[in-house]
């Protein structure tokens, strides 16, 4: 995948075409950078089955992304 750091333009089209996106590393703490990121993908739409939050430290994962594991696997 190419760096695509700094090109908006890049970003804005990954978002706009994605359908699930997925906050790995995912807090509840809101002074974590993966609580922001939640909050500002919540505040522009995504949400349900478009947005989980993976912990793998925890081993949690939202319960569409477990159904979704189950199904594919």
Do not use: C, W
């Not at 994605?18 to 993966?34: L, N, P, Q, T």
């Not at 089955?49 to 081993?59: N, R, Y």
């Amino acid at each position: 995948m190419p760096n695509i750091k700094g090109d908006d333009g890049a970003l804005k089209t990954i978002f706009s075409n994605s359908k699930i996106i997925a906050v790995v590393g995912h807090s509840e703490k809101s002074s974590r950078a993966s609580y922001q990121v939640a909050k500002f993908l919540q505040a522009v739409g995504y949400r349900g089955e478009h947005l989980t939050f993976v912990t793998p430290k925890s081993g949690f994962m939202s319960s569409y992304f477990e159904s979704l594991a189950r199904n594919q696997f």
